[in-house]
């Protein structure tokens, strides 16, 4: 970790402390960055766009608490604050994409001096506290992404998806994203092929790693990808990355060129994937 940090691979800065009660003031930045988003995409063959928000409980683990009584309280106060920019990427035509890595990586982080049960409970206490802030919204409308840190490190702490699996399909997002090609979680597509998901649900699985240089054949993320169909069904399965490729602006483990690649094969991957769950329907 040090080493990261002192090469620059991870960011520095000072950490806000909630002292005082939450309320969104200025909506001027996400209102441009919406703005800007919809110039970009102007124009272009794009079938869509999302933009990314973070979870209450996510801001909760980067930003402690030093005024609300406890953390309950404190989860459903920057829910309702957040509710307004979910809702301003929602009514702007986007879908919203919640990134909450408090209901993996919040085990090793912020609940790490707890038992695995007291962080499922409190995992669970997160997806309310995210159900509560999307209430007025469509869940087709929403993406949950799953995730236990975006970092090449030992991960050998991680909590096991199967202890958490049944507390992230109560959130409300309709599509789920997660960690599927790394080798810590890669063999965990075994518990969603076992889990009780939802009919409506659809998955997002990770089949390109987003720490690593290595460029993913296509084949293989034809592979990950057909997996998946085989548990949902070809047309609610997506193919996606384990997260993004530059969690900080400016700090990216991946160069970019070579991220652009990975993109490129996992667009490959995917019609080589779409061709074969067609073929298996005719």
Known sequence: MKRLADEGGSARYLRPICRGPITYEHREPVDADLARLSGAIEGQPAAGAFMNSPSPGIIALFQPN???????????AIGEAM???YEAIVGAGFLLQIDAPDLAMGR???YRDRSDEEFVAAAARHVEA????LRDLPAHRVR?????GNYEGPHHLDIGVEKIIDVVLRAKPATILFEAANPRHEHEWTVWRDAAIPADKTLVPGVIDSTCNYIEHPELVAQRIMRFAEIVGPERVMAGSDC???TWSGFGAIDPDICWAKLGSLAEGAR???ERAQGATR
């Open 244 to 246: 993004g490729f530059g």
């Open 83 to 85: 509710k307004t920019e």
């Open 108 to 110: 090793h982080i912020m």
């Open 66 to 76: 030093e005024y609300y009584g406890g953390i309950d309280e404190y989860l459903e």
């Open 130 to 133: 995210i159900n509560h802030a």
């Open 144 to 148: 949950l992404h799953l995730c236990w």
């Open 272 to 274: 080589r994937a779409s």
